[in-house]
């Protein structure tokens, strides 16, 4: 398995409150995703980066912000966290852009 | 709007006979595709790709076939084992993108 670690793996967080999930790699692989999964949606992509300090938006980015500052670690961040953002939110990392994808085990938050 | 559509929430199969899961795409540059399985409580793990250059992708027990020209491709898996249940993603990209696209996952259960 790819070395993908995800935490916290579950939060329970207050409307208005800041978030950050962090996504740890072993793998040494250049890009990493943020993606987050709904009932009805499948897997929607937030954010990915190409490299350390470089990250691009995905299909759903409103509301959401993320760092690498080291090529292991990419960090998710609701500013202020709304009930819409509660989701299971999954890291994954591959070694090209469009390829497949090493997927992290999620982590579920719920925002009340 | 959805890009990619399984419309197919479920599928119960009998062990030993074919499964065959669905993905309909709408994008005509669509020209990668893959095949994610996932198990509760864990994350996504890719399974078989196939790009717009092939009709038919085989691994073992799994085969994806691709109809460009209906824009539909779909996964066999034969013959299917009770380990197979699982929900299962397509995704699709286009060469010159930057994210997959995922439908909404079909929840497969195979009845020993």
């Known amino acids: 398995d790819a070395g993908i670690t995800q935490s916290p793996r579950h939060k329970v967080t207050e409307t208005g409150t800041p978030v950050t999930l962090r996504c740890h790699q072993t793998?040494?692989?250049?890009?990493m995703y943020w993606y987050r999964q709904d009932p009805g949606h499948g897997l929607r992509l937030i954010h990915y980066s190409y490299g350390v300090k470089d990250t691009d938006k995905g299909e759903v980015s409103d509301g959401y912000s993320v760092s690498r500052s080291k090529t292991e670690d990419f960090l998710l961040t609701l500013e202020s966290a709304t009930s819409s953002q509660t989701s299971v939110y999954f890291c994954a990392i591959s070694e090209r852009l469009n390829t497949e994808a090493f997927f992290g085990q999620g982590t579920r938050l719920t925002v009340v | 709007d959805q890009q990619v559509k399984q419309n197919s929430p479920s599928l119960s199969v009998q062990e030993g006979r074919i499964s065959i899961l669905n993905c309909d795409y709408t994008?005509?540059?669509?020209?990668?595709f893959l095949w994610y399985k996932k198990y509760p409580a864990e994350g996504p793990t890719f399974l078989i790709s196939i790009s717009s250059i092939k009709d038919k992708n085989e691994d073992g027990r799994f085969t994806v076939f691709l109809n460009k020209s209906a824009k539909h491709l779909s996964l066999h898996i034969v013959p299917s084992q009770p380990g197979d249940s699982a929900v299962y993603f397509c995704?699709?990209?286009?060469?010159?993108?930057?994210?997959?696209?995922f439908g909404t996952g079909t929840s497969l259960t195979v009845i020993p």
């Open positions: 995704a699709a990209s286009d060469l010159a993108g930057n994210q997959f696209y």
């Open positions: 793998e040494n692989h250049r890009y």
């Open positions: 994008n005509s540059m669509f020209d990668y």
